[in-house]
């Protein structure tokens, strides 16, 4: 039954199949056409009694599963910030697929254990931080909030004497969140997790670009958790760091930065100026899979308080074989989990300092080209376009709806719809390596055929 794995058939049919879809790949819909999606009823079968063909497994994910992927590897997809996957690192995965390692301890993947101890030591290079501070590798930056909160919930309860892991939050002290109205869902969702209660937040105002007012900051401590943004969701937008991290140091508070996308910015000559002051922070959580393009899901915890993340995804059993060298486990809540270090490893050798310069500058340039030509052609652009977002909106709310409606449905380009300060806009990501000039200008085009679909409409055609 199982003997199909001795030869290399299969492998070359997997092979033969990708590569098709690569060669397709910017000659497709950018979202999967009326007939790919109707053709998904096709998987919608019993479960077998008796063992498939590996051919038929996986020629029937080929012939109905291509056509309805979203085309998110290629350079027209900006609905949300998702990245696409640079060659190197998507290369470098199909290898560690095959390897299939458990990152737990290095007695597991010696290779792995020093992979991750070496990227470690790049991210904290890369981003300025402290040399001594610890990574773990997780799924992505919703993971890692979870953990840096988790480390600041262990560290600020062990400093009025309290376990969090032996005693739990049943009679704890009280421990302040501080955070602004336009953090993102992902936190108030580690919050909630956590047990510290959105009800609890002590919320801080934004400006209308969505950074955190630094005046506005109430007084803090030591028991203060204080969560701050590089890189707002929807406007791009950078929390003034530097001042309000130094008041939090002398504080003693905790500071989190969610730098999703944003923290990549770090690593830019032009644009290191919007994290200027993230190193005095404590916690910080970045993926891989947006900026930096490497494949999904690929998310980084990173703490200078290294024993404090250790305690919080504290592991214990006999049977465990801990080292000298990095056991993986002991940075993140998975035991098991797989090598997503090999791809993050193989992008950052491939582009070094200087690639992932060009690649971050390359995303900013694209998105102020995008800004540009829609303003040109009449659109609304209602941010200031410091990284790689843009918010865009017609005259009325109705035709900003109805427009998006049109440039989805045209499928030339993909985009995704939000509320900004009351306002509905067109949400442009730009994250992809593969994104070009003739990409955003096609891009701009299918936004005026959109408008102008939604305005004969609207008036009957005439």
Known sequence: MFTELQGKTIFNQAKDYAFD???????????????ALENLKHFDQDLPDNPTSTEEVL???????????VTQAGGRYFGFVNGSSVPAGLAAKWLSDIWDQNTAMNVLSPLISRLETVVESWLNDLFNLPSH??????????AATFCGLAAARFRIYERQDWDINEKGMNGAPKIRVVTGRDVHSTVLKAISLLGFGKENIEWVETDDQGRIIANQVPELDENTLLILQAGNVNSGSFDPFEEICE?????????????????????SKELKHLTKGTENANSWAVDGHKTLNTPYDCGI??????????SALHMTGSYIILSESRDGMLYTPEMSRRARV??????????????????????????L???????SQNFQVLNNVVFNQVLVACDTDELTVKTLEQIQELRE??????????QKVIRVSVCSWATTKEDVSCSVRSFVKGREIAIAKKTGGK
């Open 21 to 35: 879809y690569l060669d397709h790949l910017y000659e497709r819909n950018v979202y999967p056409s009326k007939q």
């Open 59 to 69: 020629t029937l994910l080929h012939q109905h599963g291509s056509p309805a992927t």
């Open 133 to 142: 501070t610890a990574a773990g590798f997780v799924s992505g930056t919703s």
């Open 247 to 267: 008041r939090a140091k002398k504080a003693g508070s905790w500071v989190h930065i969610d730098g999703a996308f944003g923290l990549w910015t770090n690593a």
């Open 301 to 310: 915890v990173l703490c200078e308080d290294r024993d404090a993340l250790v």
């Open 342 to 367: 090999v791809e993050l490893w193989a992008v950052m050798k491939y582009l070094g300092r200087d690639g992932i310069d060009l690649l971050v500058n390359g995303l900013h340039e694209r998105a």
């Open 369 to 375: 080209q995008f800004a540009q030509e829609l303003k």
């Open 413 to 422: 380009c993909w985009c995704g719809g939000a509320i900004w300060r009351n």
